[in-house]
């Protein structure tokens, strides 16, 4: 999302258009003259709200007197100091006697609550004109401030044929890795019991069946590495994490048996992502109390907050051997997934995620996640339930690991989210193949914040929604984007290059996939700022410090970028959330390379086909050993060819993220992967020939030199491309 985005309230229009979507029929959207849904959240009494959209920047409302409640635990504000002389912005509050002091050009100062007719102007005009310009079908905010719900609201629909609106307090989305927070509350629950201790294996609250292997490591897994995703694991997905038919659900403890990933890192080394850690932890709890995880977090969390419409089960058939599905009450208020095909939404399947559940399989609506929120603001506590205990509460605020400032040292499972000014947030972001989501919980603040899409392009309003909001209303305005760094540009070289992710399958065919999309290219601009290109755009960034400790801030916003240093260059950096280590990557792992040797093999086969039609009848002289080679580099010729058009056709297919997922790998994939296997054999004994066909000098019987020549240099490519993508894991059909 880009930093600087006008708050502008726009009606959300989409075109009606009939397409298809992989064998589902495209749901269209509402005709351009069809008015969005009304919002289910009626404006506070004595507040007029314009009837069209209005420009935020032009709102100029008449505010009522300051509110002296006090709010609940209100943390001390970070920054305090005199009153600014005038308000940073037109209509800015009188501060309140007693309550901190506005940081200089700030708005609001920590101990005042957010105006709710400017909060509910603001997100209307940011929330609807993201919807409009990534397309994205429905979406639901609340947030919490000051121990109550102070904006409610449901955006666009949730289901367009029929036409469904979005109803905050009915409407069921998937929150994706949200779920992890329950997971972790349940595991915190049986810490202060005293039955789990966190520096102890895992394995130890495991069944034999389901423990972690050593596979040549001598350290552990402990309990923590899952909070803060350092257990070493690989991150395999594919075909295993997403299911489209209810069938293939698997019980919990039978998924983690045969998915059990390699381990490619010792434990506690580095943050990786990891969803097969947070589920064994949920299993672990599971197995502790001996009940399935999904009845746990009802009897622990969700019933006792009054969380009706929040939920661990899926709408599947009953199915013995499995958790109860989703109630029927519930159904029929799940909002369906999207994603944009060009001419408008296409529906997608449901994505089935109770397999592996504990890591984000939760629907829920955006005023449960209120009740949710204000549980979290207060210290577990909320409406007379207690959920978990003050040493839960701290765990959940404090860092399991030391991170240079703006880098996630992971609070005992919750993100640490560094925001505008200074100030802290906790809480979790998630996405499925459809559905995106954030909730971050600002304690200083007292306030609370979750936005929840249903469309794939969604993370483009919920990633860095909080801290846009809170950039609003209590940081001081800032100048973007920041200015570049001589110094940078002298030393370039320490840090251009290609980065690789952690957080990948390490082999066979997803594995290749990974390393195609998993990279990062790191370069510097003429102005002297730091780029970054990969799965999230083109990002710009500047040195925050001493180059040589290798923090940037983006140029742009307040996420930050940690390099490690060695030796005065870049070996890899972390990102904010700490997900992933991205490490400088070999050469022969770059894809401009696999594009170079592919282009190169692609041109040498068509060369070698067309060449049969061209050659003279003094070319086709030749010898046994010479005869028989050029029919093995006439069937490696097209099988190469078939090869790459196999895996063009699966790359375009694979467009549809949903069916590359559901799909994983299919006949495609498979097919161009087997090809590309003969092809290389083939090679392998061309090559091994050219001894052979190099003899004869120029006798009768024999190639002339040129034809020699092309052949080898076609034995060349075809040999390189074929090192590469064995190395690349892309020649093993089997894998997949």
Same mark, same amino acid.
């Given at each position: ?16 258009? +009939? ?81 901190? %002091? ?8 920590? +101990? ?18 993201? &919807? ?7 979406? !639901? ?17 949730? +289901? ?20 992890? %927070?329950?997971?972790? #509350?349940?595991? &915190? ?13 895992? $394995? ?20 923590? /590495? ?40 010792? !434990? ?17 709890? !599971? ?19 009054? &969380? ?8 599947? *058939? ?6 109860? *599905? ?15 095909? +060009? ?35 207060? $210290? ?39 925001? *505008? ?27 609370? #914040?979750?936005?929840?899409? /249903? ?6 309003? %919920? ?114 959330? /700490? ?28 060369? %070698? ?13 030749? /010898?046994? #050993? ?7 580099? $006439? ?102």
């Amino acid at each position: 999302m880009r930093s600087e985005i006008a708050a502008v309230v726009t009606a959300l229009a989409v075109l009606f258009s +009939g397409a298809r979507a992989w064998g589902q029929e495209a749901e269209l959207a509402p005709p351009p003259a069809a008015p969005e849904a009304a919002p289910t959240r009626s404006a506070p009494p004595g507040v007029n709200l314009p009837d069209a959209p209005v420009p935020y920047t032009q709102i100029r409302p008449k505010r009522p007197a300051p509110k002296t409640r006090a709010l609940a635990a209100m943390a001390p504000a970070a920054t305090t100091g005199e009153a600014a002389a005038g308000p940073g912005v037109a209509g800015a509050p009188t501060l309140v006697p007693g309550l901190p %002091t506005l940081a200089a050009g700030a708005r609001l100062a920590a +101990g005042q609550p957010i105006p709710e007719p400017e909060l509910e102007a603001f997100v209307d005009g940011w929330v609807r004109d993201a &919807m409009a310009r990534e397309h994205i079908a429905g979406a !639901a905010v609340s947030v919490v401030q000051g121990g109550q719900v102070v904006l409610n609201k449901g955006y666009g629909f949730a +289901g367009l044929n029929p036409r469904r609106p979005v109803d905050p307090d009915r409407t069921l989305f998937r929150i994706g890795s949200i779920s992890k %927070t329950f997971t972790w #509350i349940l595991l &915190m629950n049986e810490v202060e019991k005293g039955r789990i201790r966190l520096d102890r294996p895992i $394995n130890d609250y495991l069944p034999e069946k389901v423990r972690i292997r050593a596979q040549g490591y001598q350290r552990p897994v402990l309990v923590r /590495n899952l909070m803060d995703h350092s257990p070493g694991f690989d991150d395999p997905a594919m075909g295993q994490l997403f299911e489209r038919d209810p069938g293939r659900i698997r019980p919990l403890d039978l998924y983690l048996r045969q998915e059990r990933p390699r381990r490619v890192r010792g !434990a506690g080394v580095a943050s990786s992502y990891s969803n097969y850690g947070a589920a064994l932890a949920g299993f672990a709890v !599971a197995t502790l109390n001996r009940k399935p995880f999904e009845q746990l977090v009802e009897e622990e969390i969700t019933r006792p907050l009054g &969380m009706d419409r929040t939920t661990f089960r899926e709408p599947r *058939p009953d199915r013995a051997g499995l958790p109860a *599905p989703m109630a029927e009450a519930l159904r029929p208020d799940a909002a369906s997934g999207y994603w944009w095909t +060009g001419p408008g939404f296409a529906v997608r399947p449901y994505e089935y995620i109770g397999q592996i559940a504990p890591a984000g399989a939760a629907s829920s609506t955006a005023g449960d996640m209120a009740r949710y929120m204000l549980m979290l603001l207060g $210290n577990g506590t909320w409406n007379g339930a207690t959920v978990f205990g003050p040493g839960a509460a701290r765990a959940f605020r404090t860092p399991l690991q030391a991170t240079p400032p703006g880098i996630n040292g992971w609070a005992h499972g919750f993100i640490v989210y560094d925001l *505008p000014d200074g100030r802290r947030g906790y809480g979790h972001d998630g996405a499925t193949l459809s559905f995106h989501s954030s909730m971050v919980v600002i304690p200083e603040l007292d306030l609370g #914040i979750f936005i929840t899409t /249903n469309s794939d392009e969604g993370h483009k309003l %919920t990633r860095g929604f909080a801290g846009h909001l809170v950039r609003q209303f209590y940081a001081p305005p800032m100048a973007f984007p920041r200015p570049g760094s001589a110094e940078l540009l002298t030393q370039r070289d320490a840090f251009e290059g290609y980065y690789l992710t952690s957080r990948r399958a390490h082999g066979g065919l997803e594995g290749f996939v990974g390393l195609l999309i998993g990279g990062t290219r790191v370069g510097v601009t003429p102005e002297g700022r730091l780029t970054t290109v990969g799965g999230e755009g083109i990002r710009s960034w500047v040195p925050e410090g001493p180059l040589a400790e290798g923090r940037f801030v983006s140029a742009t916003g307040d996420e930050r970028l940690a390099f490690q240093m060695q030796d005065g260059h870049a070996a890899s950096f972390r990102t904010a959330y /700490n997900t992933e280590r991205v490490e400088r990557a070999p050469l022969w792992r770059d894809p401009n390379i696999l594009l170079l040797t592919a282009g190169l093999t692609a041109l040498a086969a068509v060369a %070698t086909l067309v060449g049969i039609f061209f050659r003279n009848r003094r070319e086709f002289r030749e /010898n046994q #050993i010479q005869a028989r080679a050029a029919i093995a580099q $006439n069937i490696q010729a097209g099988l190469w060819l078939a090869a790459l058009g196999l895996a063009g056709a699966w790359g375009v297919r694979a467009r549809d993220e949903a069916a590359a997922f559901f799909d994983w790998p299919g006949p495609l994939l498979i097919t161009a992967s087997t090809c590309g296997l003969v092809a290389a054999a083939l090679t392998a004994v061309t090559v091994a020939a050219l001894p052979a066909i190099w003899q004869g000098g120029r006798r009768v019987d024999s190639w002339g030199g040129l034809r020699k020549i092309a052949f080898t240099i076609t034995v060349l490519i075809y040999a390189a491309f074929s090192v590469i993508l064995a190395l690349w894991g892309a020649l093993e059909p089997w894998s997949g």
